[in-house]
């Protein structure tokens, strides 16, 4: 009789919804790809929808760039999308660049913090395929902004930013992606640490964080046309590569050089094989990385087989 009860009261609870069975279909996420084959496979496949993601690094490094590309990646298969500038940096130019469609996006550069996440939650709360919040840095409470500059209490946006995440977090089975972008500080200790404005209840309610950084200089001529972006899985709770990394190579006036992403997996995995300056493709032989790329974009069949094997 009382085992009866015990599956009558879960039955009820499962009636009003508020347990489910661990295979419902709203557990459920889909992905939203970078477009970018290397880093797409270090994320299980792209960033995750009803998640939280945070993009850190340091400045300049290319983490907003990234968020564009799931922007980009959206709106190209019919999504909606919003971005909140809460640096107030937001340069349309560069954006079309990037690939956004600037007049579809939502755009919002909110006055304070709390105007910030009300906008992202109203935001979830209609389910927008992914927001961007560029970024945690440049959120500042109301408290904030209406006293004189002399006045600055201890942790006052970590205390912001920790108290206002966990009221997103129900809000994320209407299905958005999150992205969060934050910058890491400097450390006053002895020892670098990957430190961030707004606490560690970002890191806490995050459920993927990756981590960009400078690697190394494209140079061409002597002169630097991009740099080599690492990207590192810092934690993940919807699959991927944890603990690993990609680089992927960024032209600051194109974007990601995919060409040069997938000539660096063909050598890796030896469909391109080097000789000192030769390269074999197949029975082809070229000259140079030059070589490479101008055989690859004349030969698009070829191209795309290789691709299959990447």
């Known amino acids: 009789m009382a085992k009866k009860k ?42 995750p929808q009803k998640r939280i993601t945070l993009l850190m690094g340091q400045s300049n490094a290319g983490k907003s760039y990234l968020a564009s590309q ?22 349309m130019d560069w954006m079309k660049k990037c690939g956004i469609n600037t007049e579809t996006i939502l755009l ?56 206002s995440l966990p009221r997103l977090v129900p809000h994320l089975k209407n299905g958005s992606a999150v992205i969060l972008i934050n ?17 560690l209840g970002q890191t806490f309610f995050s459920h993927l964080i990756l981590q960009v950084r400078r690697s190394g200089w494209i140079e061409e001529n ?15 709770k919807a699959g991927g590569q944890v603990y690993q990394a990609c680089t ?16 660096r997996e063909f050598l890796d995995k030896d469909l391109i094989k080097r000789a000192g300056p030769w390269y074999s493709i197949g029975e082809e032989k070229v000259m140079g990385l030059n070589g490479v790329r101008k055989f690859l974009l004349e030969n698009p069949e070829k191209f795309d087989e290789m691709k299959k094997y990447a």
Request: with cysteine.
């Open 222 to 236: 002597e002169i630097k046309v991009g740099f080599d972006m690492e990207v590192r899985c810092r934690k993940s």
């Open 6 to 47: 015990v599956v009558d009261k879960i039955e009820e609870l499962l009636s009003e919804g508020l347990v489910k069975r661990g295979n419902d279909i709203s557990f459920v996420f889909r992905r939203i790809p970078f477009g970018i084959p290397s880093l797409d496979l270090l994320v299980g496949g792209g960033i």
């Open 108 to 163: 919002s550069q909110p006055e304070n913090g709390e105007q910030a996440f009300d906008i992202l939650r109203a935001l979830m709360q209609n389910s927008i395929d992914v927001i961007v919040l560029d970024s945690i840095a440049g959120l500042a409470p109301i408290a904030i902004h209406d006293e004189n500059f002399s006045y600055n209490p201890m942790a006052w946006q970590a205390r912001f930013v920790n108290q």
């Open 70 to 91: 799931v922007v980009k990646s959206t709106q190209q298969n019919g999504g909606t999308a919003a971005w909140i500038d809460s640096e107030w940096s937001w340069d």
């Open 248 to 263: 992927v190579p960024f032209r600051t006036e194109g974007g990601i050089d995919l060409l040069e992403t997938y000539i």
């Open 183 to 199: 910058q890491v500080r400097s450390s006053m200790g002895p020892v670098s640490l990957d430190a961030m404005p707004g606490g």
